[in-house]
Structures are given as structure tokens and as C-alpha cells.
């Protein structure tokens, strides 16, 4: 049973930072690919960042140059560093294992994430 354990979120004022850590039970992590998925109230769940296996990462339009998705194997956790953070950002922040790298995902409980 897979189980993603989010932490890190909070309050803070625009133009702030926040990191958010994701953590990973089970074996295999190194291999799988990972993301973090945002949902504000009244709108769709999106894509922030992935990481895949080899540390190629990808992001949103929206939070590039401010945000940094990485991962420690040797931990199994996953992190977001959030830069410069902005109203716009704020939302349910959730970790999410992709564990064939085929977008079908299993979900933390999510962390809150307000910048005011």
C-alpha cells in the first residue's frame, strides 16, 4: 500500500517562501516519477512539477523560475521549494507517485498552502 505523506505548508505574505516535503513509504521510489498537483477552491486540480527517475524535471508556466521540485532517494521524500510566492499560488498542495511514469497516480492527503 502506497502511502505519500505531505508537510511543509502554511501562511505567508506575498513574496515569500515555503517548502513543502513530501514523504514516500514503500520500496522502489528511485525509480518512479513524481509530482506535485495544485487545487484552489472552485477549480481543477493542476500540475505544478514533475521529477522523473533521472532528475529531469518539468514545470507550469505559472511557477517557473520560482519554484524547485527535487527529490532525496536515499530519504524517499520529495520537495518543492516555493519562491516568491504570490495569491495566485494558494491552493491544496498534493504529492503524487507515478510509479510507471504513465500519469496514473497515487495522492497524498495534501498540504494548504495561502499566500495573502
Known amino acids: 500500500h502506497v502511502q505519500l505523506v505531505e508537510s511543509g505548508g502554511g501562511s505567508v505574505q506575498a513574496g515569500g517562501s515555503l517548502r513543502l516535503s513530501c514523504a514516500v513509504s514503500?520500496?522502489?521510489?528511485?525509480?518512479?516519477?513524481m509530482a506535485w498537483f495544485r487545487q484552489a477552491p472552485e477549480k481543477e486540480r493542476e500540475a505544478v512539477a514533475f521529477?522523473?527517475?533521472?532528475?529531469?524535471?518539468s514545470y507550469t508556466d505559472s511557477v517557473r523560475g520560482r519554484f524547485k521540485i527535487s527529490r532525496d532517494n536515499a530519504k524517499n521524500t520529495l520537495s518543492l521549494q516555493m519562491n516568491n510566492l504570490k495569491p495566485e499560488d494558494t491552493a491544496m498542495y498534493y504529492c503524487?507517485?507515478?510509479?510507471?511514469?504513465?500519469?496514473?497516480?497515487?495522492w497524498g492527503q495534501g498540504t494548504q498552502v495561502t499566500v495573502s
Open positions: 503524487a507517485e507515478d510509479r510507471f511514469c504513465r500519469r496514473d497516480y497515487d
Open positions: 514503500g520500496r522502489g521510489y528511485s525509480r518512479y516519477c
Open positions: 521529477i522523473d527517475s533521472i532528475y529531469r524535471t
